[in-house]
């Protein structure tokens, strides 16, 4: 007779990888991998010298993703030899995963089809904890230890405790899912993960669309996590399907309800407000009245959690028929080429455009502090990005605030931070 031993969703797919009918906290695996992602910026050009040293190859070219998010466009010699080297890399390791230039890569990796449930991933960024909106176990790894995935396919692992946070009820009209996290972030603070799994749960969850289940699963990196997970339901497998992604399976990757926790957190969606965050951290969040009144001299929509198809179309129903105030510049960079002409496609674009926004391309950007859009000194910003910290997005003396796309968006036309309900 087989014991039961309950499990969380991060324990079944840990014990999935490593080949096990379960797996105990603290306990040290060795996973195989099933997917491996880099970027221009922390892939090719970094491992490339130490597998040459090594005198290595690659195990499995098909389980390798590739994408050129940082340096592209490239505006100068240094950035044209950083995509040039990810460029031939990938072609002389025949990895046909190959995306150049059409958005970024924590977007690009499910929108084109590479991600389903059960999966155990790793990406060469500390975002990558996306893919765990779609219930795979995805976290982010240092370039040394994408060489040994790159030549061995496996990785070591010490088997997370879970902590959940549950949001009953429904979020109200103007909030998202940009501002649960910064909610989290103020709350629990950046270490509030404590590196372990943070699993999201319950009915305000369950009725996230999939890009801002992503935005959750995305911004655990800010909260201290090692992988957000969502358990995945009717909405992962309508996303999947729609991108090609086909015979899903979602009954076994739940957490089981006796499953032990290392944490569980209760809140009431409906009590939640558009949050902002105060330069230089996303800690520094309170609710949008706390900094009510801030003059902004430019807003920027863009990044992984801020500039998906759904986040540019939340912004557009703040701009459409107004326009933003005169000494506020408002800058839009989709956050994947898909995205961008979807928004052509139904009107969004338009709107922001008609509004006075700049559209900028399909890149990291000034998320990233990459590329020519980078924020002067005497710059007061609010934006759609992750972090906010202290000399990312370009001068050190730049003031960056954090909000959703309903925020930013509202705080352009109003010229100072401004609560988006009253825009809605």
């Known amino acids: 007779m087989t014991t039961r031993v309950p499990q969380t969703l991060a324990q079944k797919l840990v014990a999935r990888a490593a080949g096990r009918a379960y797996v105990t906290p603290g306990e040290i695996v060795t996973c195989r991998v099933d997917l491996a992602l880099m970027h221009d910026s922390g892939g090719p050009r970094k491992v490339a010298p130490m597998l040459q040293k090594l005198g290595a190859q690659v195990w499995d070219p098909d389980r ?15 950035s044209r030899q950083i995509v040039k080297i990810a460029r031939d890399w990938s072609q002389a390791h025949g990895i046909n995963r190959f995306h150049d230039g059409i958005g970024i890569c924590h977007v690009v990796l499910p929108e084109q089809g590479h991600l389903k449930p059960g999966m155990f991933v790793v990406g060469g960024d500390s975002h990558s904890p996306t893919g765990g909106a779609f219930g795979a176990y995805m976290f982010g790894i240092g370039a040394t230890e994408m060489v040994g995935v790159l030549v061995t396919g496996e990785i070591w692992l010490k088997v997370p405790a879970t902590i959940a946070i549950e949001w009953r ?12 996290m910064l909610f989290l972030c103020g709350k629990l603070g950046m270490d509030g993960g404590r590196y372990e799994a943070v699993e999201y749960r319950g009915e305000a969850v369950r009725a996230l669309p999939m890009q801002e289940r992503m935005t959750l699963a995305n911004m655990t990196a800010e909260l201290g996590g090692q992988t957000g997970l969502i358990a995945p339901d009717a909405t ?44 230089h951290s996303p800690a520094t969040s309170l609710g949008v009245a706390a900094y009510a009144g801030t003059p902004v001299s430019a807003a920027y ?18 701009l459409s028929g107004r326009h933003t105030a005169r000494e506020t510049r408002l800058m839009v960079a989709p956050a994947s080429q898909r995205d961008q002409e979807a928004a052509a496609a139904d009107g969004t674009l338009a709107s922001l455009l008609a509004a006075g926004a700049e ?5 990291c950007g000034a998320c990233a502090g990459y590329g020519v859009h980078r924020f002067a000194a005497n710059d007061t910003v609010i934006s759609t990005t992750a972090r906010n910290f202290r000399g990312r997005m370009g001068d050190p003396a730049a003031q960056v605030y954090l909000a959703s796309p309903y925020t930013v968006a509202a705080s352009a036309v109003a010229g100072r931070i401004v609560d988006p309900r009253d825009f809605l």
């Open 64 to 78: 390798v993703v590739v994408v050129t998010d940082h340096y592209v466009p490239a505006t100068d010699a240094p």
């Open 301 to 318: 929509i863009g990044a992984c959690t801020g500039a998906k198809l759904v986040d540019l179309r939340m912004a557009a129903q703040v």
């Open 236 to 279: 992962t497998v309508d996303w999947l399907a729609a991108h090609g992604v086909q015979d899903v399976e979602t009954d076994p990757w739940h957490s089981d309800a006796d499953a032990r926790l290392l944490a569980h957190y209760d809140f009431d969606a409906q009590a939640l407000a558009p949050q902002v965050a105060a330069p």
């Open 359 to 363: 559209l900028l391309p399909t890149a």
């Open 169 to 180: 009820g429904n979020f109200a009209s103007g909030v998202t899912a940009k501002d649960v």
